[in-house]
């Protein structure tokens, strides 16, 4: 195996492959493990349910272990079979106990402490369901797909097959600017979490001992913890179900109709709906818009009362948690998906809007700026908190007023998503892996296909708001986002 530093296999795992397919699954005999499997929880929650699912679908001998939060949902809508093939681990009093303490405390802090705790005694619990399934079932590769945090420990090691963690993706600071939405006293705290963690994964060491570890990106690859022995490799962390997230190709552009933005994701403060809402405010002072809020959350209260105060409870609604599904359908008939978040290392909404056709307005930090480009987004600069909310307000008004621009810009979106992002596409990708992880790393019996991450690199730079390259971006739309 080979060491980080000295020789780490750095070649992406391709998303953009055309023809090729992995036949002859028969012989992989696979276990997800994973804290959480949902569709509903939001984030990384969904990532170990499409494996599992997917990998079904193919024909997979694929398990699930998860902890027993997610059986009544799973129960719900796995079938009779499937449900026969997940393995729930069940909570501790001693979890209850931390968990309830946990949330007296800011969320950082009950994150990296508490929670830390809480996931600690689970994967316990869960390592050991992984090497029965080894023994009993003949299970030959172990897969950690959350949580999607480099720097944190894995107990997944030793458990008689090889192990590959990933897509991981994380390495995050706020924006410069905005450094100060966390308290000093936060800050700190998170920087220490952050050194005790290489201390950590050196005590639990599966990270350091996995067959693969599987990147988003380079600012994950450069986060992981020092002394990785395994292969390092690149596959997107997110992808789409093209199957629920549609494009509506028949909406015709309604002029005179109010312009309608939608928010999706968890309403707490790294969101930045905060900031969204400040820029509707100036929207609306010269253009019909409305703005639907999706989500639920800690922040939501304190949202409500400043959208009040801004005089904006006519123009903007919060509709709480909603379905997939019904995700689905809203975005198909808005304008467009804004996402103002300062630390979103992913951003499966983004990708989500752009399959359903729909133009993104998002912050240039992070996830959205590794997945759009200026032909099917508007990145604005977060420099600083009036410039970021005057290039959000900016391009919507843009966006407001030229509705076959972003109707250029949603259909751009709509083919990257299904070239380079599709979820069977994806585990196409993960089979190859998982061969490679089964065979030890033999290059000459398994061929990683797709392109390489320098093809990404040279990608068009998304739409700028807030720096020059947006003239270019915009100027053969007649738009005129100013620098």
């Not at 193919?58 to 027993?68: D, I, N, Q, T």
Request: aromatic letters at 6%.
């Amino acid at each position: 195996m080979n060491r980080r530093g000295a020789g780490v296999d750095s070649r992406s795992v391709g998303t953009t492959a055309t023809d090729e397919s992995v036949s002859g699954v028969g012989d992989l005999r696979v276990a997800v493990v994973a804290e959480h499997a949902s569709a509903r929880w939001g984030g990384e929650a969904i990532l170990p349910l499409h494996y599992f699912r997917h990998l079904r679908a193919r024909g997979v001998e694929a398990w699930l272990v998860v902890h027993e939060r997610a059986r009544g949902e799973l129960d719900g809508i796995l079938t009779p079979a499937d449900r026969a093939r997940v393995e729930y681990v069940p909570e501790t009093a001693v979890q209850r106990v931390v968990s309830r303490v946990g949330r007296k405390f800011p969320p950082s802090v009950n994150y990296f402490v508490f929670q830390l705790v809480v996931r600690l005694l689970t994967q316990l619990r869960a390592r050991r369901v992984a090497r029965r399934l080894v023994a009993e079932r003949g299970v030959n590769v172990v897969h950690q797909p959350i949580p999607v945090s480099p720097k944190e420990f894995s107990l997944f090691h030793s458990v008689g097959a090889p192990v590959v963690i990933g897509p991981m993706n994380g390495g995050m600071k706020y924006p410069r600017a905005f450094r100060r939405r966390q308290s000093r006293i936060v800050r700190a705290f998170v920087r220490g979490a952050r050194w005790v963690s290489q201390a950590l994964n050196r005590l639990i060491p599966g990270k350091l001992r996995a067959e693969v570890l599987l990147v988003a990106n380079e600012r994950t690859r450069a986060a992981l913890p020092a002394g990785v022995r395994g292969r390092v490799l690149t596959l997107v962390e997110n992808g789409v179900d093209l199957a629920l997230w549609q494009a509506n190709p028949a909406r015709p552009i309604e002029l005179g109709r109010p312009a309608r933005f939608v928010f999706v994701g968890r309403l707490i403060d790294w969101k930045g709906v905060d900031l969204l809402l400040e820029a509707f405010a100036h929207v609306v002072r010269g253009c019909d818009a409305r703005l639907d809020v999706i989500g639920q959350g800690g922040k939501r209260a304190q949202l409500e009362e400043l959208s009040a105060k801004l005089g904006l409870e006519n123009v903007v609604r919060f509709r709480g948690w909603l379905p997939q599904e019904q995700c689905a359908q809203e975005l198909k008939s808005a304008t467009a998906l804004v996402l103002p978040s300062l630390f979103e290392c992913g951003g499966a909404v983004v990708l989500e809007a752009m399959a359903c056709g729909l133009p993104v307005v998002a912050a240039n930090w992070g996830g959205p700026a590794d997945y759009l480009d200026s032909s099917c987004g508007i990145l604005v600069e977060p420099v600083s908190r009036i410039g970021f909310i005057d290039g959000l307000a900016e391009a919507m008004r843009e966006l407001a007023a030229n509705p076959e621009f972003g109707r250029r810009l949603g259909d751009a979106g709509r083919r990257k998503v299904v070239r380079e992002f599709d979820w069977q596409r994806k585990v196409d990708r993960i089979l190859e892996v998982y061969r490679l992880a089964v065979r030890g790393g033999d290059d000459a019996a398994v061929s990683l296909s797709g392109h390489n991450r320098d093809v990404a690199a040279a990608a068009p730079a998304a739409a700028a708001v807030g720096t020059p390259a947006v003239n270019a971006a915009v100027s053969g739309a007649n738009v005129g986002v100013s620098a």
